[in-house]
T-cell receptor, first 115, second 113 residues
Framework: GAVVSQHPSWVICKSGTSVKIECRSL??????MFWYRQFPKQSLMLMAT?????????EQGVEKDKFLINHASLTLSTLTVTSAHPEDSSFYIC???????????FGPGTRLTVT | DQQVKQNSPSLSVQEGRISILNCDYT??????FLWYKKYPAEGPTFLIS?????DKNEDGRFTVFLNKSAKHLSLHIVPSQPGDSAVYFC????????????FGGGTRLMVKP
């Protein structure tokens, strides 16, 4: 099946710093990628839709100035958590659909811990 | 308002028996449904899906049933294996392929040997 990678798999950072998470589709092109966030024992909450060549679309309640998304190419989207706070600690997962298919392929996730 | 709900947070089943995971949705605009399996600290893995024009889709040990009138779908795993132990999420999509997915809260399945 299609492969989506994320980097890093885990990161610890101090409050006030910024962290960049990369999401890559390894064997297919993705004009759209999705960023999710999962809190412990909870569901995946869609944060934003990343669009290649245009601005990301953010879900209600997600601060676009805090969670910067850049879809730099057809295989790469990045999520930057700016001025991170402990409450930003979470599991961040990206996904990408293959053109014409409903199924989305998910990356392995990134565990962010803000101290 | 949760549009996709999985009312059972956990389910325990004996190896070899059938596992039935349920999912309800409220948005009648959803027209495609998917089941994902997730292990801790990993991304979800696609299992099986069903279009709203069908009421059943089968793939090996996994079968998904859709009852549109009841806005209910279920995933049947038979026979259940210990390796099936994971969190299962149902998800729904509307409109064209590639649109966002709305996820249920997940059900943790434990298959006991």
């Amino acid at each position: 099946g299609a492969v989506v990678s994320q980097h890093p798999s885990w990161v610890i950072c101090k409050s006030g710093t910024s962290v960049k998470i990369e999401c890559r589709s390894l064997d297919f092109q993705a004009t759209t990628m999705f960023w999710y966030r999962q809190f412990p024992k909870q569901s995946l909450m869609l944060m934003a839709t990343s669009n290649e060549g245009s601005k990301a679309t953010y879900e209600q309640g997600v601060e676009k100035d805090k969670f910067l998304i850049n879809h730099a190419s057809l295989t790469l989207s990045t999520l930057t958590v700016t001025s991170a706070h402990p409450e930003d600690s979470s599991f961040y997962i990206c996904s990408a659909p293959i053109l014409g298919l409903y199924e989305q392929y998910f990356g392995p996730g990134t565990r962010l811990t803000v101290t | 308002d949760q549009q996709v709900k999985q009312n059972s947070p956990s389910l325990s089943v004996q190896e070899g028996r059938i596992s039935i995971l349920n999912c309800d949705y409220t948005n009648s605009m959803f027209d495609y449904f998917l089941w994902y399996k997730k292990y801790p600290a990993e991304g979800p893995t696609f299992l099986i899906s069903i279009s709203s024009i069908k009421d059943k889709n089968e793939d090996g040990r996994f079968t998904v049933f859709l009852n549109k009138s009841a806005k209910h779908l279920s995933l049947h795993i038979v026979p259940s294996q210990p390796g099936d132990s994971a969190v299962y999420f149902c998800a729904a999509s509307r409109g064209q392929a590639g649109n966002m997915l709305t996820f249920g809260g997940g059900t943790r399945l434990m298959v006991k040997p």
